[in-house]
């Protein structure tokens, strides 16, 4: 069994092979999900020797089936918000400790400790229903940080609270859902110097998408700050990738994002291309680990990567009769 501490420890690109690896024959014999999957595709488990030739489970089984490793029975499920009519997915996560130990390693990876920050969280939508991870996500942050809280649509107490933090010179993370951080400064416009903004995409249907770029243009001249920090992250997955500027997100070492062609699933996309994006999150050892998701994107040389839309369901092609024949 693959432990806690083997997947937070991984340091290098070695190391994550070696442990993705070993998560991977992990789950294609206790995943019964994945293990179906693997049998219709017809791929011997054994000829699998590098993290390029695993194959990814389509997100969207997380809609129509369990997708659990082993017969623990879940801590806690996660569920996506969906929009009206949707089937929603849902993460059962049977081991809460990894998800614990992704959220607090992630962090100080990027941003330092915690208790060095007040938290502030604007995310309405998902404060409004339950499952939402990222709320999970964020009242652990709270309570890692000792200081911060929800607002809801309570902006003027928001607006007091961001301009007394100001003034007593404690850093902030201000972390919103696109809606509401716009809605926010259509009324109140800051001049932020010790407050890093962080947006987690999406109108939820409130107001019209744009692009992120055009997005954090807005809230840059709304917050008065240089940078707009992204988390990118999903019901399906128990660790984020962020960026901390210019829309490039970067993983923590246990997480890793390939690029698949998106009229061949199972091939692969050199460096700068865009493609379908597959993630490899080894946290997820007691679900899936590798999940080809339905956003695009593409990655750079340095290993960032961007996110630059979202297929519609006509270009999900090979993905569609894998789903539909499993």
């Known amino acids: 069994m693959i432990s806690l501490k083997e997947i937070f ?23 019964l999900v994945y293990k179906d999957f693997l049998q219709f595709l017809n791929i011997p488990i054994s000829e699998i020797h590098s993290i390029e030739k695993i194959p990814f489970l389509p ?3 997380f809609k129509s089936h369990e997708v659990v490793s082993g017969k623990n029975q879940p801590e806690k499920i996660f569920t996506s918000s969906g929009t009206t009519g949707s089937i929603a997915s849902k993460h059962l996560v049977s081991d809460l400790s990894f998800y614990r130990e992704s959220l607090e390693h992630s962090f100080q990876h990027f941003y330092g400790e915690f208790p ?7 995310l309405p939508s998902y404060l409004e229903r339950s499952g939402s991870s990222l709320i999970d996500m964020v009242e652990f942050w709270i309570e890692k940080s000792g200081d911060g809280g929800f607002y809801l649509y309570n902006h003027d107490e928001l607006y007091r609270d961001l301009i007394q933090n100001e003034k007593d010179g404690k850093k902030a993370i201000l972390i919103g859902v696109s809606f509401a951080l716009l809605d926010f400064i259509e009324k109140y416009q800051l001049d932020l110097k010790n407050t890093i903004v962080m947006e987690t995409g999406g109108m939820k249907g409130r107001k019209e998408e744009i692009t992120r ?13 240089n940078e707009i920090h992204s988390e990118y992250g999903m019901t399906e ?7 901390r ?15 698949r062609d998106t009229g061949d699933p199972l091939s692969l996309l050199a460096q700068g291309k865009t493609g379908g994006v597959n993630v490899i999150d080894l946290a997820n050892l007691n679900s899936c680990s590798f999940i080809a998701t339905e956003d695009l994107g593409k990655i750079h040389s340095d ?3 961007e996110i630059l839309g979202r297929f519609d369901h006509s270009d999900v092609r090979g993905c569609n009769l894998m789903v539909s024949d499993v």
């Open 116 to 122: 060095d920050y007040k938290i502030f969280a604007l």
């Open 59 to 61: 997100i969207r089984f």
């Open 245 to 259: 500027g210019n829309s490039r997100f970067e993983t923590p070492n246990w997480m890793k994002i390939l690029i």
């Open 9 to 31: 420890s991984v340091q290098n690109q070695a190391e994550f092979n070696e442990v993705a690896l070993k998560v991977f024959r992990f789950q294609a014999d206790n995943n």
């Open 303 to 305: 290993g960032s990567f």
């Open 213 to 225: 770029e055009a997005l954090h243009k807005i809230l840059q001249k709304g917050f008065g700050v």
């Open 237 to 243: 997955l128990l660790s984020q990738a962020y960026s």
